[in-house]
C-alpha cells in the first residue's frame, strides 16, 4: 500500500495547502532545454577560446549540477592546469568544486585529498571545514572530524549541525551520554527549529531508544515549516519499528486531541502498512470531530470501509469524496469496487459506468483497466479483457502485474500457450525483486521449485511492511499445490505470519477471487476459518 497522501501531509504539517502550477515532466522539459542553451554557449566560448579558464571552470559547475561528473572533474582539473598560480581563490573554488564531485561519486578519499588542499589555500573557509569533518566521518576518522566539528563550533558556538555532528562520532564511540548531551542542547538553543528534532531523533534511533525519536519527528512536524524530511523519516522507522511510531502518536493526541495531523499521520502511516482498522478509526475521528474536510480524509475512509468489507458505508464515503472533488478517477475506481461487492459480485452495469467515467477522466490509468478486464473475465469477456491489458503494456511494458494477467487470460482462457510463455519469460527478465512477480511466472513456466524460492526470499528481504509479503507468498504456494511440493501447511501458515504483522484487509482475505493474485484456494483449508477468528482484531477499528 502506497502512501497515497504523503503530500497532503506536508501540507497539513505547513499547516496549507499548496497546488502546482506544472506537472513534474513540464518542469523537466523547461529544465532540459535550459540546461541544454546553457550547455551550448559553454561549449561554443571554450571551442573558440580553449584556455579560458573561468568559462571551463563555470562549465564544470554546471555539469556537476547537470550530474555529469566525469566530465565536470575533467574540466576541473583542466582549469588547475591552466590558471595562474597567483590565482589561489579561484584554485581554491576548483578544489572545493572536485571535493563535491568526489563526494557525490562516493569517493571519499579523493574527496579528503581536494578538502585539504583547499584548507592549505584558505585555512579559515567555514564551508571547507565543515566539509572536512563530515568526510572524515565518512571515513571513520573520528579524531580528525571531532576536530573539524570544535573548529566550527569556536567560530559559530550555535552551529546545531556541529553538534549534530560531534553526536554522531560519540555514538559511533558510544558514548551515548555525551552524544545525547549535543543534540539536547541543540534542541534547547532553537526549540522552533524542526532539523534539531530531526537530528536527535537519528541520534536516539542510532541509540535504539525509538519511541523517543518518533516524539522528536513528530516535534519536528509540529513546531515549524518542515519541508517533508520529518514525515519521510517517521515513515520510514514504522517499517521497522511500527509500534514505536504508534505509541508515540498516541501519545501525541492524548495531550493533543484536537490536532487533527496527529489522526491524519497515523492514519496514513497504518494505510501503508495495510491496517486498515487502525486507520478508520482514526479516520472517523477526524470526520466526527470536524478536524479536517479534506476529499481525501472520505475516500481514504471509504478505502478502509471497502477492505473490511463495510459496503453500504463505504459507499457514503466514496460518495462524500466524489461530491467535494468530482475529477478524480481514483475515486472512481474505488466507487466501482464498491458498487460491484456491494452488489455480491453482481453489479456490473454500475461498476462498469464508473470505470468508463474514470477512463474519460485518464484515458491510461491502469488501475481502471485493471479492474476492467478483471470484470470482463468473470463475465468470460476474454478478448475485450485482453485488450484492456495490451493497453496497460502499451503504456509500460516492464509492468509485472499485467504481463501475467495477460499470460493467465492466453493460457487458460484464450488457450494461446505461445503468447502465454512470451508473457511469463518477458516477467522473468524483469527481476528478483517483490515487485516482479517473478514466483508466478515461474510456477506457469513449470519450475515450481525455484518459484517456491522466490517466495521465500521475499519474505527474507521483509522489504513491504503490514504482511503483504506473506500474503502474497500465500497465494503463490496454494496455487503451487505446497502440499504436494513437500512445504506441507505453507500456504496457510503464510496466512497465519501475514496476520501475526497485523495484515488488515479482509476483502483480500476472505473474498478477492479474480485473477492474479489471489487467497481462493488458501481458503479451502479447514484450519482457515479457525485463523481468522483468532485473528479477528486485525479487522476491527482499534487505537
Known amino acids: 500500500m502506497k502512501l497515497r497522501n504523503i503530500l497532503m501531509i506536508v501540507a497539513i504539517a505547513a499547516g496549507c495547502l499548496v497546488a502546482a502550477a506544472q506537472t513534474s515532466s513540464d518542469d523537466s522539459r523547461v529544465r532540459n532545454k535550459i540546461t541544454q542553451a546553457v550547455m551550448k554557449v559553454y561549449d561554443e566560448q571554450l571551442a573558440k577560446h580553449p584556455d579560458d579558464y573561468n568559462t571551463r571552470f563555470a562549465r564544470a559547475n554546471q555539469l556537476f549540477y547537470n550530474g555529469d561528473y566525469a566530465q565536470a572533474l575533467a574540466d576541473a582539473n583542466e582549469v588547475l592546469d591552466q590558471l595562474p598560480a ?19 561519486q562516493g569517493n571519499y578519499g579523493e574527496e579528503v585529498e581536494a578538502l585539504r588542499t583547499a584548507s592549505e589555500l584558505n585555512p579559515k573557509s567555514m564551508g571547507c571545514i565543515d566539509m572536512l569533518a563530515k568526510v572524515s566521518l565518512k571515513v571513520n576518522d573520528l579524531d580528525a572530524a571531532e576536530r573539524n566539528f570544535q573548529n566550527i563550533l569556536r567560530d559559530t558556538p550555535m552551529n546545531y549541525d556541529a553538534m549534530y555532528g560531534l553526536a554522531k562520532i560519540e555514538v559511533k564511540r558510544n558514548n551515548y551520554e555525551k552524544a545525547a548531551s549535543y543534540v539536547d542542547k541543540a534542541v534547547n538553543l532553537f526549540t522552533a527549529e524542526p ?20 516524539q522528536d519527528l513528530i516535534s519536528a512536524l509540529s513546531v515549524g515549516n518542515d519541508t517533508g524530511a520529518a514525515l519521510q523519516a517517521l515513515v520510514s522507522m514504522s517499517d521497522t519499528h511500527y509500534d514505536a511510531v504508534m505509541n508515540a502518536l498516541a501519545n501525541s493526541i492524548d495531550k493533543a486531541p484536537r490536532v487533527g495531523m496527529f489522526y491524519y499521520v497515523r492514519s496514513s502511516i497504518a494505510l501503508r502498512h495495510v491496517h486498515y482498522g487502525q486507520a478508520l478509526k482514526d479516520l472517523k475521528s477526524i470526520i466526527a470531530n470536524n478536524l479536517y474536510d479534506f476529499h481525501s480524509i472520505y475516500s481514504d475512509a471509504a478505502l478502509c470501509q471497502m477492505e473490511l468489507m463495510q459496503y453500504d458505508d463505504a459507499l457514503a464515503n466514496i460518495n462524500k469524496a466524489i461530491e467535494m472533488k468530482g475529477d478524480d478517477a481514483a475515486n472512481y475506481i474505488l466507487k466501482s469496487r464498491i458498487e460491484f461487492n456491494r452488489g455480491k459480485g453482481g453489479n456490473y452495469d454500475a461498476a462498469y459506468a464508473l470505470l468508463d467515467k474514470a477512463l474519460t477522466l485518464e484515458p491510461k490509468n491502469a488501475d481502471a483497466l485493471f479492474a476492467k478486464a478483471r470484470l470482463l473475465i468473470s463475465q468470460r469477456k ?104 513437500g512445504d506441507k501447511g505453507a500456504s496457510i501458515e503464510c496466512l497465519r505470519s501475514a496476520l501475526a504483522n497485523g495484515y488488515g484487509s479482509l476483502y483480500e482475505v476472505k473474498a478477492n477471487e479474480f485473477p492474479y493474485v489471489n487467497l481462493k484456494l488458501v481458503r479451502r483449508y479447514p484450519e482457515f476459518s479457525t485463523i481468522l477468528e483468532q485473528n479477528a482484531e486485525c479487522f476491527k477499528e482499534r487505537r
Open 382 to 485: 476474454d478478448a475485450d479483457a485482453l485488450k484492456c491489458v495490451n493497453t496497460i503494456i502499451d503504456n509500460d511494458a516492464a509492468c509485472s502485474e499485467a504481463l501475467l494477467l495477460r499470460g493467465w487470460i492466453n493460457k487458460y482462457r484464450l488457450k494461446n500457450a505461445v503468447g502465454a510463455q512470451k508473457d511469463f519469460e518477458a516477467m522473468l527478465r524483469l527481476g528478483k525483486d517483490y515487485n516482479s512477480l517473478r514466483g508466478f511466472a515461474l510456477h506457469e513456466l513449470g519450475n515450481d521449485l525455484e518459484a517456491r524460492d522466490w517466495a521465500k526470499q521475499i519474505i527474507q528481504d521483509g522489504i513491504l511492511p503490514g504482511g503483504q509479503t506473506y500474503i502474497t507468498a500465500s497465494a503463490l504456494y496454494s496455487d503451487i499445490g505446497d502440499v504436494e511440493m
Open 86 to 104: 597567483k590565482d589561489k581563490t579561484l584554485s581554491f573554488d576548483t578544489h572545493m568544486l572536485k571535493a563535491r564531485i568526489y563526494d557525490a
Open 195 to 214: 532539523q534539531v528534532y530531526i537530528n536527535r531523533a537519528d541520534i536516539l534511533s542510532q541509540m535504539q531508544q525509538y519511541e523517543p525519536a518518533a
